[in-house]
């Protein structure tokens, strides 16, 4: 487990193909870095890992640079050819990626409220 700053805590668990990172605080300016470098580390840790698993219930405050961090991890990700899993996500969390157009990019599915189609179906 690692320790940081009061406002962010980081539980690291796993095994060569599986990493379960639980992220306790606020992903912001002042502490999302943090995050960013626990991944770095446990990529480079284990060249054959397949899933990252980030659970987020525990996430307070998500700020531009935190969404800048969770982008920056779903690089990373992509170039290692791991699948990321943004796991337990809080209302706020869920409400930030949608409005910004990137749930669909972390999750593969749709926007929360996708509105009509063009003939006005749903």
Same mark, same amino acid.
């Given at each position: 487990?690692? %320790?940081?700053?009061?406002?962010? /805590?980081?539980?690291?668990?796993? %095994? ?5 990172? #639980? ?9 999302a870095e943090f995050l960013l470098t626990e991944v770095t580390e446990q990529l480079a840790a284990r060249p054959r890992l397949q899933d990252l698993h980030l ?20 690089? /990373? ?5 791991? /699948? ?9 969390? #869920? /409400?930030?990626?949608?409005? %910004? ?22």
């Open positions: 487990m690692t %320790t940081l700053p009061p406002a962010l /805590r980081l539980a690291t668990a796993g %095994t060569a193909d599986t990493v379960h990172i #639980e992220i306790t605080g606020d992903l912001d300016y002042d502490n659970h987020c219930a525990g996430v307070a405050n998500v700020d531009s640079m935190g969404l800048s961090i969770l982008l920056m991890i779903g690089r /990373r990700t992509e170039e290692t050819g791991t /699948r990321l899993h943004l796991d337990d996500r809080p209302p706020n969390l #869920e /409400r930030l990626l949608d409005l %910004t157009g990137t749930l669909e990019y972390f999750t593969g599915a749709p926007t929360i409220d996708a509105g009509p189609g063009p003939d006005g179906a749903p």
